[in-house]
C-alpha cells in the first residue's frame, strides 16, 4: 500500500463494479448502489484507493435513519416540495433523491467523502433525478439558507455530532426547517428533539446488530 490515496481512481466504475442495484427495504420507490457485505467492500475501498485505514464506506448501505428518512418524505412531499433542500452527510443520496422525486425545488447534497458523492451521483441517475454536489466541510462554516435540512445518521461520533447539532440549531434559529433520521445512535440528543414519525425498519444484523432496527424522524425542538 502507498502512503496515501492515489488520484487516479475511478469512483463510479469501482461502485459500479462492486455494488448491486437494490431497492432498500423500507423505500422500495428507489434503487441504490449497494455493497451486500461489509467487510468485502471495505477492503476492496481500501485496495482502490491504495489507502489503509480509510473510513467506513457508508455510502455502500442503506442506514436505518436514512431509510426512514427517505421513507417519511416520500409519504409527506409537504416537507420539501418548492423548497431548496440540503442533505447532509448524503453518503449514498438516498435522502436526496427522496426529496428530489417528491418535488424539491433543489437539493444540495454534501459529504466529505468523494466516494459518497460519486456514489450519490450514481444513484440519482438510476432514479432519474439530479443531483447539485459539494465535498466542502458545510460544518466549518455557518449554514447558508436552506428551506430544509436533512441528516441521517450522523450521531454516532460525539464530536461529530457536537459539530452537526451546533450547524442545524443556528439553521434551524434562521428559519430552516430540520429532519434528522436516526435511531437514537450513541451521541443523539434526544432532549433537543421531538419524533416526528417512528418507524421499524428492516436492516442488516452485520451492521446493526439486529434485523428490524427501531428508527424514528425528528424535529429540532424550538
Keep these: 500500500m502507498s502512503a496515501g490515496p492515489r488520484d487516479d481512481t475511478d469512483y463510479p466504475a469501482f461502485i459500479a463494479a462492486n455494488t448491486k442495484l437494490i431497492a432498500p ?13 461489509s467487510v468485502p467492500i471495505w477492503q ?17 448501505f442503506a442506514w436505518a435513519g436514512g ?16 423548497k431548496t433542500v440540503l442533505d447532509l452527510g448524503t453518503g449514498s443520496g438516498l435522502t436526496a433523491i427522496a426529496a428530489l422525486k417528491v418535488g424539491a425545488a433543489s437539493v444540495l447534497a454534501a459529504d466529505i467523502d468523494p466516494m459518497a458523492l460519486a ?11 439530479t443531483l447539485t454536489t459539494t465535498q466542502e466541510d458545510l460544518l466549518a462554516n455557518p449554514p447558508a439558507p436552506f428551506g430544509a ?14 459539530r452537526v447539532l451546533t450547524y442545524i440549531s443556528l439553521a434551524h434559529s434562521n428559519g430552516s426547517r430540520v429532519l434528522v433520521g436516526d435511531p437514537q445512535r450513541s451521541y ?16 442488516t444484523r452485520e451492521l446493526e446488530d439486529a434485523l428490524v432496527k427501531k428508527t424514528a424522524v425528528w424535529a429540532l425542538k424550538l
Design 44 to 60: 476492496k475501498t481500501e485496495e482502490e484507493l491504495g489507502e489503509m485505514n480509510v473510513p467506513p464506506p457508508f455510502w455502500a
Design 25 to 37: 427495504p423500507h423505500v422500495p420507490e428507489i434503487v441504490l448502489h449497494l455493497a451486500e457485505e
Design 119 to 129: 456514489s450519490a451521483h450514481l444513484n440519482a441517475a438510476a432514479n432519474g433525478v
Design 149 to 162: 435540512i436533512l441528516v441521517g445518521d450522523l450521531f454516532y461520533e460525539r464530536e461529530l455530532a457536537e
Design 188 to 203: 443523539f440528543p434526544r432532549d433537543r428533539f421531538v419524533c416526528v414519525k417512528a418507524y421499524e425498519v428492516a436492516v
Design 67 to 82: 431509510q426512514a428518512l427517505a421513507r417519511y418524505l416520500l409519504d409527506n412531499p409537504h416537507e420539501v416540495s418548492g
